[in-house]
């Protein structure tokens, strides 16, 4: 099993990013992928998560990243808009079971993570 992510960078805010979950060794019907991310002496947070039929979001993010997933090339997005200096992080995504609403931001769950990419908002 392996999850790589890319896709981050340097961007001013407002501009957009999409970041990429490249997964093998697995298929992702039969597990959710969420996107986390870590800001320099902060705790990991989940962004989004993607099931079959049901993506979450967390409240900060609504309304401007969308996640998606495209089975033909194992590949899970996020697509950010409207990006803010505080969006700046490095950004995970993670393999966990199809999780309810309620369990998708605990970090717990997820038994498989990718490497991280760096998204810097700045002007």
């Known amino acids: 099993v392996q999850l790589q992510a890319s896709g981050g960078g340097l961007v001013q805010p407002g501009g957009s990013l999409r970041l990429s979950c490249a997964v093998s060794g697995f298929a992702l019907d039969d597990y959710g992928i969420g996107w986390f991310r870590q800001a320099p002496g902060k705790e990991r947070e989940g962004v989004s998560f993607i099931n079959v039929g049901r993506k979450f979001y967390a409240n900060s993010v609504k309304d401007r990243f969308t996640i998606s997933r495209d089975n033909a090339k194992n590949t899970v997005y996020l697509q950010m808009n409207s990006l803010k200096p505080e969006d700046t992080a490095i950004y995970y995504c993670?393999?966990?079971?199809?999780?309810?609403?309620?369990?998708?931001?605990?970090?717990?769950?997820?038994?498989?993570w990718g490497q991280g990419t760096q998204v810097t908002v700045s002007s």
């Open positions: 993670g393999r966990a079971p199809r999780l309810p609403f309620s369990l998708w931001r605990t970090s717990n769950y997820y038994s498989y």
